[in-house]
């Protein structure tokens, strides 16, 4: 069966460090992959989402960045957090052909 | 645009007492309508999704919601709502062209004992 796992689950990070997400998913192939965003108060805001290796498209202009190095891995990064980037970060999955997805456990990002 | 409003942000009930949650969508060409749950320290979990056909949809635990086209609506209903039922409900639709979902804000449901 397909499962999906992303980390760290809780971070706090002080503002202007870095960030590095990751997310994985098994049991399939060539997914399509997303990256949302909770935060408090709001709804769910999709930031990227990725249909193949190395292609990403960008919801969210900000100082946020994706990658996919490999068919079933997708990375969530800042050069320098602000703390307006706290919140609750969700990796998901589909497959190609269907348009049900699935999330992850998520991951509590603070910026102080 | 295509977009998803859910203008409950937070319904109060007590146990028994039936819910229904309204959405409403903005949307051309074909819907694809999905409720999703989050329970406190669980990940979001499929509620129940309409693609077509009967415009009555049933899910897990007892939910169901019903699409009305004419309304532009997707409200999720029970009939008796449980303690265990306290979450936050998320309605969403399929935007075909980016191949991901667009989210409503969420509604926090609290079911008081």
């Known amino acids: 069966s397909q499962t999906i796992h992303q980390w760290p689950a809780t971070l706090v990070q002080p503002v202007g460090s870095p960030l590095s997400l990751e997310c994985t998913v098994e049991g399939t192939s060539n997914p399509n992959l997303y990256w949302y965003r909770q935060a408090a108060g709001r709804g769910l805001q999709l930031l990227f989402y990725?249909?193949?290796?190395?292609?990403i498209s960008s919801e969210v202009p900000q100082n946020l960045s994706a990658s996919r190095p490999q068919d079933r891995q997708f990375i969530l990064s800042s050069k320098k957090l602000l703390l307006s980037d706290s919140g609750f970060y969700l990796c998901?999955?589909?497959?190609?052909?269907?348009?049900?997805?699935?999330f992850g456990e998520g991951s509590w990002l603070t910026v102080v | 645009a295509q977009s998803v409003s859910q203008h409950n942000h937070h319904v109060i009930l007590s146990e028994a007492a039936s819910l229904e949650l309204g959405c409403n969508y903005s949307y051309g060409g074909t819907v694809n309508l999905f409720w999703y749950v989050q329970y406190p320290g669980q990940h979001l979990q499929l509620l129940l999704k309409y693609f077509s056909g009967d415009p009555l949809v049933k899910g897990i635990k007892g939910f169901e919601a019903e699409f009305i086209k004419s309304k532009f609506s997707f409200n999720l209903r029970k009939p008796s709502v449980q303690w265990s039922d306290t979450a936050e409900y998320f309605c969403?639709?399929?935007?075909?062209?980016?191949?991901?979902?667009?989210f409503g804000s969420g509604t926090r449901l609290q079911v008081q004992p």
């Open positions: 990725s249909v193949g290796i190395g292609q």
């Open positions: 969403a639709g399929w935007d075909t062209g980016r191949r991901a979902l667009t």
């Open positions: 998901a999955w589909t497959t190609g052909g269907s348009n049900t997805i699935y």
